[in-house]
Structure formats: C-alpha cells, structure tokens
C-alpha cells in the first residue's frame, strides 16, 4: 500500500514534468495563411505549443478569448483556450483549488467549441486530457475516479477516428502512471506510445490551424525509454 501511494504521488510532478518540458509540436502548415485573423490564430498556437511558462500561457489564454470574440463561429479558439488551461493546470504551482479552476474554465471553452461544431474526436481527446489534469490535482485521491474516465472518453474517441494519434499518445500516459499491480506501468505503456508513434508519422492536420499537439512530448517519452536502456 505504501508502494502505491508513493506511486501516485509521483503523477503530479511527472505530468507537470512533461508538459512544462515537452512543448506540444506546432500545427504543421498544409498552405500559408492568408487572412488576418487565420494569420493571428496561427501565431498565438504557435506561441501556445512553444511554452510551458504559466504566465505566458495565460497571456496566450487572453489573445485566444480576443480571438473567439473576432470570429465567434470558429471552434478553434474555444479548443485552444481548453488546451492552454489545461496545460497552465500541468504547469502551475498554485494550490489545488486554483487548479481545479483553471479546469472549470477548460470545461467551460470545450463545451463552447463542442456547440460551434468543433471535431469531435479532438475534443474528447482533450476532455481525456483534462480528466489527467484533474487527476494531477489530487492523484491519490482521485486515482480510481478519473484513470477510468479517461479510458472510456479516449474509447469514445477512437470510435470517431482511430487515426487521430492523441489517442494513443493520453492512453499510454494513463497507462505509464497506473501502478503495475494495478496493469499498468512503463513496459506495459511502451507499445501504446509506438503505436502512437506510428500514428503520428502518417497523420496530417486537416488545416495549418487544426490540432496537431503531442508529438513532441511523444519523442520525449521515448527518448527516455532509450536513456533507461543504456544505464
């Protein structure tokens, strides 16, 4: 038992560890953009994917909600404001409380961008990211409660698009940090984060602004897998 509580108090600082130093990858660009505001939204995701400073991300929160207010209709915005929360969640060294604030808001801006017709799919894979953070918060305590969350909205969203590699990118993580009395762990994660890997090598966004996050935290999971094999 104090094996595994030790465990669990480990998530947060490993989840923090990731998403503070392994910035999601830029959306690749299929053509550049023209107008004014594709080219604005492109400039604040590309400074969203390349910071994991809390004050930074909260200013990028703020260009996202000026973003939304220019073009209501767009989804984008309203997916990234949840991305940028949920990160600031991972990255904060604010109490619990604070946190779980920030992930109202993220629920908040997912609900919006699900009403504006957003990619379904996507905005599961984020609300499985979300349900992380939540569980990041409190990890001994909540545990039992959101690693099943997980899984059953990442379920959802492979139904809707088994190719979208973020998929397999958040279930190896919920798998990596599940104890190995419990199935899960570092070895039992690695063919997940492969397949991910796979995944990510044949995908291509839908547009310069659609969700392409993950495969840079990917590279670094696996780096580590090969550091751990040469000790």
Do not use: H
Request: glycine share 4%; with cysteine; charged share 20%.
């Amino acid at each position: 038992m104090k094996k595994t509580l030790f465990t669990l108090a480990l998530v947060a600082a490993s989840f923090a560890a990731q998403a503070q130093t392994s910035p999601a990858a830029p959306a690749a660009a299929t053509s550049q953009p023209t107008d004014a505001y594709t080219q604005l939204l492109a400039a604040t995701i590309q400074e969203l994917m390349s910071t994991g400073d809390p004050a930074q991300l909260k200013q990028v929160d703020a260009k996202l909600e000026r973003a939304a207010s220019v073009k209501p209709q767009d989804w984008l915005p309203r997916y990234y404001q949840a991305y940028a929360r949920v990160i600031t969640c991972f990255v904060s060294k604010e109490d619990g409380d604070t946190k779980d604030k920030y992930l109202d808001q993220a629920e908040a801006a997912l609900t919006q961008a699900r009403k504006l017709g957003g990619d379904e799919s996507e905005l599961l894979v984020l609300q499985a990211y979300l349900y992380q953070a939540r569980l990041n918060v409190s990890p001994m305590a909540r545990s039992m409660k959101y690693s099943g969350m997980v899984n059953e909205t990442l379920g959802q969203a492979k139904k809707l698009n088994p190719a979208n590699p973020r998929i397999y990118l958040v279930q190896a993580n919920n798998v990596y940090y599940t104890p190995s009395m419990f199935g899960g762990g570092a070895e039992v994660a690695k063919p997940i984060y492969e397949v991910a890997k796979a995944r990510f090598e044949a995908f291509k966004p839908s547009s310069a602004l659609a969700p392409n996050w993950g495969e840079q935290q990917l590279k670094g999971r696996l780096k580590s897998y090969e550091t751990a094999s040469v000790k």
